[in-house]
């Protein structure tokens, strides 16, 4: 899972890194919360420290198992809250059980 939460990070990592062509999809965190609870039924699912620019940010991705869309958001030390990505059809891919005695 861990490994699964990495590589998502990453790939996520790079569109918050993106020119601020995204800077039009920024607000102070509690009303972008407060739009995805309230418009979108979308709840925490996971999230991680995220070093940009030289000062951290929280990237953080939202979910709704009722609609099965989702959100990426990052957040900058300054309280801003930027939406990354916006989806439908979110789902969670789980790990293959290894069978006893295979190599990890």
């Known amino acids: 899972m861990f ?3 990495i590589g998502i ?3 996520f990592g790079m569109a918050a890194t993106a020119p601020p062509a995204f800077a039009k999809n920024c607000a102070q965190r509690e009303h972008v919360i407060a739009k995805l609870q309230d418009s979108y039924s979308e709840e925490l699912v996971f999230g991680g420290l995220q070093k940009t ?4 940010a ?3 991705v939202w979910t709704s198992k009722e609609t099965g869309s989702y959100t990426v ?8 809250t930027c939406i990354v990505a916006v989806g439908t059809d979110f789902f969670e891919a789980m790990p293959k059980d290894k069978l006893k005695g295979e190599p990890s």
């Not at 620019?53 to 951290?56: L, N, V």
């Not at 958001?73 to 801003?80: D, I």
């Open 3 to 5: 490994q699964r939460l």
């Open 9 to 11: 990070s990453l790939a």
């Open 53 to 56: 620019s030289g000062a951290q």
């Open 58 to 60: 929280v990237m953080e």
């Open 73 to 80: 958001l990052v957040t900058h030390a300054n309280g801003m």
